[in-house]
């Protein structure tokens, strides 16, 4: 059972599963990967605790987002080596002024903190990557994403990120609502709260989308024999 499973009980569970609930879905032959909201502002500085990284940026996360960037890393590599379309998204610096925030938390400052909106290192996207800012939590709100996925025959999403309760649901449940098989890779998605970040992945599997660790994610994209050996 996976880990995010065990903080529901046992007969919560069976009754999901019973209503239909919790079904997998089946990937297509035209996958792109949706990386939400990767951003320093997000995570935060690495070496920092959860109470340093919120001083530094409100809504960053902490230890979790740099022990969950690497395997971030790796999904986007593998998007890369077979030449499949790698999406990051995050917030429009001047969201506040125009649209309102993403979410009803309060802000310190209107203005974006600098660095905020810079990507890491590690994950940061390449020339010809598109960059889709957002006013909203779902990367499908006001956006061209869902007719960019359509003009380029898209049939699967894989998606990745931040976090897992807000931003990453949001864009999970309106790519189901724009009929997308979407899969949530587990280990690649990161919350502040390790229990919103459990009851979400069981909503979103349960109801919007199929979550799937990095390992079963390479198994389905790659197949058997192309599968990466750390994977």
């Given at each position: 059972m996976k880990d995010w499973m065990k903080i529901v009980p046992a007969e919560e569970r069976k009754a999901y599963e019973k209503g239909g609930f919790m079904t997998a879905g089946e990937i297509g032959e035209r996958t792109a990967l949706v990386v939400i909201d990767v951003t320093l502002g997000f995570c935060g500085s690495p070496g920092q605790t959860l109470e340093e990284a919120i001083?530094?940026?409100?809504?960053?996360?902490?230890p979790v987002s740099w022990e969950t960037m690497p395997r971030i890393a790796r999904l986007i590599a593998m998007f890369r080596d077979?030449?499949?379309?790698?999406?990051?998204?995050?917030?429009?610096?001047?969201?506040?002024?125009?649209?309102?925030?993403?979410?009803?938390?309060?802000?310190?400052s209107?203005?974006?903190?600098?660095?905020?909106?810079?990507?890491?290192?590690?994950?940061?996207?390449?020339?010809?990557?598109w960059v889709l800012e957002k006013t909203k939590a779902s990367a499908f709100f006001q956006t061209p994403l869902a007719s960019y996925l359509v003009k380029n025959q898209i049939d699967s999403l894989i998606?990745?990120?931040?976090?897992?309760?807000?931003?990453?649901?949001?864009?999970?449940v309106d790519a189901f609502s724009n009929g997308f098989n979407t899969f949530v890779v587990d280990d690649c998605c990161f919350d502040r709260s390790h229990f919103a970040h459990c009851a979400n992945l069981f909503d979103m599997n349960a109801k919007y989308a199929t979550v799937v660790s990095l390992d079963e994610a390479s198994g389905m994209i790659l197949g058997p024999q192309m599968r990466p050996a750390q994977a």
């Open positions: 001083a530094e940026f409100g809504p960053a996360c902490g077979l030449d499949r379309p790698v999406i990051f998204t995050r917030s429009h610096p001047l969201d506040t002024q125009f649209a309102g925030k993403a979410t009803k938390s309060k802000r310190v209107p203005v974006m903190p600098p660095r905020f909106n810079d990507f890491p290192e590690s994950i940061a996207p390449r020339a010809g990557e998606v990745c990120g931040v976090s897992t309760s807000g931003c990453v649901r949001a864009s999970v």
